[in-house]
């Protein structure tokens, strides 16, 4: 259903259609446009089975159907005493991958940004309490953030999306790309380890992977290994990502 949902919106509605063409053929340039209409079709059936996702609570079950790689860096980034940031991205079941972690007995917040929409904005932090997972809010959360980490607790933060004026620019698909420095500054006031994960769909279940905690380094250089790092992922599984967001329109405009 999920995927007939994104068919749907991305042939008949084209609901940001354009958007999403615009950064596919940025991203990938050597592409056809018919091979990029089909990887953004496929993106927005991936958008479609997430969004399903939000619709009741995480079934415990699932975890049998989830292949863990590199829980041991969780593991060790809570035995320093100083938890740890778990920076993911708007990739694959993203919000699976907080509740899946919640449900393993993993102390876990999310800074989540407050929707427009009320009620999406109730359902999808609904999903999450019900999953196990704190919710924090973005505006104003910086030291909540800190609190959190002190307290030895894994926060969750999706830092992928454009930041606008008041981000850090980095290489980001070879384009100039605004990223939040949030992340690194909150690493460098706690001493807390930079941890990305991701899950990947792979027939009838998922892969999550747990990375090594990003070098250390200066907000500059931590952001830009986060890019670099996301970049990669992307370009594996292209069909996983939010190409519908205006990922670079405070750097290159193209909107």
Same mark, same amino acid.
């Given at each position: 259903?999920?995927?007939?949902? #994104? @068919?749907?919106?991305?042939? !008949?509605? %084209?609901?940001?259609? =354009?958007?999403? /063409? ?58 320093? #005493? @100083?938890?740890?940031?778990? !920076?993911? %991205?708007?990739?694959? =079941?993203?919000? /699976?991958?907080m509740a899946a972690l919640a449900q393993k007995g993993y102390p876990l917040d999310v800074v989540a940004k ?41 926060? #969750? ?6 930041? %606008? ?55 500059k250089e931590r952001t830009q290994a986060y890019a670099t790092a996301l970049e990669g992922f992307i370009r594996?599984?292209?069909?996983h990502w939010f190409w519908p967001h205006k990922r670079w329109k405070s750097t290159v405009g193209l909107y």
């Amino acid at each position: 259903m999920g995927e007939r949902v #994104g @068919k749907f919106a991305f042939d !008949l509605l %084209g609901f940001r259609r =354009r958007v999403t /063409l615009i950064n596919l053929r940025l991203a990938f340039p050597q592409m056809g446009r018919g091979e990029l209409i089909s990887l953004g079709r496929r993106s927005y059936q991936n958008l479609g089975r997430t969004f399903f996702d939000l619709l009741k609570p995480f079934p415990p079950h699932l975890l049998r159907r989830i292949n863990f790689e590199g829980l041991e860096n969780l593991d060790r980034a809570l035995q320093q #005493g @100083k938890g740890g940031i778990i !920076l993911g %991205g708007h990739f694959g =079941r993203w919000e /699976l991958s907080m509740a899946a972690l919640a449900q393993k007995g993993y102390p876990l917040d999310v800074v989540a940004k407050e929707q427009h929409n009320q009620l999406v904005d109730r359902l999808v932090n609904g999903y999450r309490m019900r999953s196990g997972v704190a919710v924090i809010r973005a505006k104003g959360g910086a030291w909540k953030v800190i609190g959190a980490l002190r307290k030895n607790r894994l926060v #969750g933060i999706l830092a992928d999306q454009d930041a %606008g004026r008041d981000g850090l620019v980095v290489n980001f698909f070879s384009q100039p790309a605004s990223f939040s420095s949030g992340p690194a500054f909150i690493a460098e006031k706690s001493g807390s380890p930079l941890i990305m994960t991701f899950i990947i769909r792979e027939g009838k279940g998922e892969r999550m992977i747990i990375t090594r905690p990003l070098p250390p380094g200066g907000k500059k250089e931590r952001t830009q290994a986060y890019a670099t790092a996301l970049e990669g992922f992307i370009r594996s599984h292209p069909d996983h990502w939010f190409w519908p967001h205006k990922r670079w329109k405070s750097t290159v405009g193209l909107y």
